[in-house]
Each structure stands twice: as C-alpha cells, then as structure tokens.
C-alpha cells in the first residue's frame, strides 16, 4: 500500500479550457468610457486591492480594438495600489498585437476569452493558478445572447481570488450613463447605476445600458421593473430640492429610496456622484429567485 503524503494538500481549481471561451464582439469601447466604473473600482472596492500580499492581478475582459481602457484602468488603479498588474485579455490576436505598444510596467495584454488567462502575461510570475482580484467585462456580454451569461459568469468566478468580484457592465457611447452587476465566487451581489446628472430627466433612463442579465427583464412582474419605478417616483419626491442642484435631488432622492425600505448600499459620498448600488435581492430575475 503507498504510503500516505506528509505534504499539503493544495486546493485544486477547476482547469481553464485550452481554447479562448467566447467570440469577438464590436469592440468599439472607447477613451475614457469606462471611468465611472474605475472610480468606484478604486473607490469603495480599493480594499480587493490592498488586501492581497503579493501584487493583485486586474484583468480588463474584451477591451476592444485598442488598449487604451486597460491603461486607463491601470493608471486609476495603480494610485490605489502601485504594483497592481492589469492585463487586457481580448480573444482576436489582432487587437492583442495592436494593444501590444501600451504595455509596459504593470500592463500586459495577451488572447484570451471568458477563462481570464494571466498566467503567462508580461510581468506576472508565470504560474498557471494565479488568482484575479477583479475581472472587468465591460460592453462585452452585451452582445451575447441572455441564456449565455450564466455559463460566462461561472467560468470568470472560477477565476476569483478569495476577495475577488467579477463587474459584467454596459455603458453609452461616452460613459454617461452606466450600469453594472457585480459577482463574487458565489454568484451576483448587487447592481449599481452611475449616471450623469446633468440632464437627467428620469433614473430609469438608464434601463437601455442595463447588462444582459437585466436588460430584457424591465417588464412589469419583474424586480428590476420595480426597482426603476421606485427611484422614479423617489426622483419626482425630490423636485423640491433641485433649487439646490441636481446633485442635492440625487443625494435626497436615494435617501428617500432607501427609506422606503429598498437595500441601498453605500453613502452620500457616492450618491453624489450619480451612483446607487441595490443588493442583487432587489432585482433578481423572476426564475432565479429560488437559487
């Protein structure tokens, strides 16, 4: 009989497949368009990053036909932790060579899909298992059809390191009104709306840049119907305060929404600057209310 090993034994995670998983997309994400979701990355998630001893991975998922978001996203990051190493991971090995003259300390790029491969990235160490602390797949599943996303999530979670989150996100042209779900290792956390206060007529008008998972479920019946509707009216209930600017209506009209008794995360500080953050409780999908 072989006698027992006296080594630790390693947790074992689940093995990447050899092929790139997913197709190009559009690619059309452009300077700067993703900035709202960079703030809050190196704002009220600053602490994924700092966590980890050893330099955090940040993988920017389909960065589309140039680099210039994963250097944005390195350069924001980058104040909050300086050895933090980003790599753009795009599944067209054109656009990875065309990315290739923006690498440099901290930034690599290299072919890639939903399996969010790192582990022989310019700048990293070389192994094969090293864990992300944040996977940003931004304007990407969009473009996929709704019965696809589970399967991407798992595959992105696998990749996760303890503290790890995934953010599946959509924007407009110029990042003025986004939205974005974001996952830990067990599935979906919350769902968080930033936009552009400026000429905001309604919050709901960001319901045509929700991410896949929610986009076609703005119907009545629907939780995130509901939740729409109710920073609707919250928003009306706060006319009063738009003698004192928008950015005072938004503040109060958050303020009013989690008095309601909707699951509002976060501060004033961030209200301010056009975000709201709901627990993924509040606008779960009919069918996966029971996972």
């Known amino acids: 009989m072989p006698r027992a090993s006296s080594q630790p034994q390693l947790p074992v995670r689940p093995a990447r497949p050899a092929r790139p998983q997913g197709r190009a997309t559009r690619?059309?994400?452009?300077?700067?368009?993703?900035?709202?979701?960079?703030?809050?990355?190196?704002?009220?998630?600053?602490?994924?990053?700092?966590?980890?001893?050893?330099?955090?991975v940040v993988v920017d998922l389909g960065y589309g036909r140039t680099g210039w978001t994963a250097r944005e996203l390195r350069d924001r990051l980058a104040r909050v932790r300086p050895d933090v190493q980003v790599v753009g991971v795009e599944i067209d090995p054109e656009r990875v060579?065309?990315?290739?003259?923006?690498?440099?300390?901290?930034l690599s790029f290299r072919v890639g899909g939903f399996e969010a491969p790192v582990d022989t990235a310019g700048g990293l160490d070389g192994r094969p298992d090293r864990p992300v602390s944040v996977i940003r797949a931004f304007n990407v599943l969009r473009q996929y059809d709704e019965g696809e996303v589970a399967a991407a999530w798992a595959l992105m979670r696998s990749r996760l390191a303890p503290e790890g989150i995934v953010v599946d996100g959509t924007c407009d042209e110029l990042g003025r009104r986004a939205s974005w779900i974001t996952l830990d290792a067990n599935g979906p956390v919350s769902l968080t709306c930033s936009l552009r206060l400026a000429g905001l007529e309604r919050p709901s008008d960001v319901a045509p840049?929700?991410?896949?998972?929610?986009?076609?479920?703005?119907?009545?019946?629907e939780a995130?119907?509901?939740?729409?509707?109710?920073?609707?009216?919250?928003?009306?209930?706060?006319?009063?305060?738009?003698?004192y600017g928008v950015v005072t209506r938004w503040v109060e009209t958050v303020r009013t929404l989690r008095a309601d008794g909707w699951p509002v995360e976060g501060g004033p500080a961030r209200w301010r600057l056009g975000e709201v953050t709901l627990g993924w409780d509040a606008v779960r999908p009919n069918e996966t209310q029971r996972e």
């Open 97 to 106: 060579a065309a990315a290739q003259p923006l690498a440099g300390d901290g």
């Open 224 to 243: 995130v119907h509901t939740a729409l509707a109710a920073l609707d009216r919250a928003w009306e209930r706060a006319a009063g305060h738009a003698a």
């Open 209 to 221: 840049r929700l991410p896949k998972a929610l986009i076609h479920r703005n119907v009545p019946g």
């Open 27 to 56: 690619g059309t994400t452009g300077t700067n368009r993703l900035r709202r979701c960079d703030r809050w990355l190196a704002g009220p998630q600053a602490w994924r990053l700092r966590a980890p001893a050893e330099p955090p």
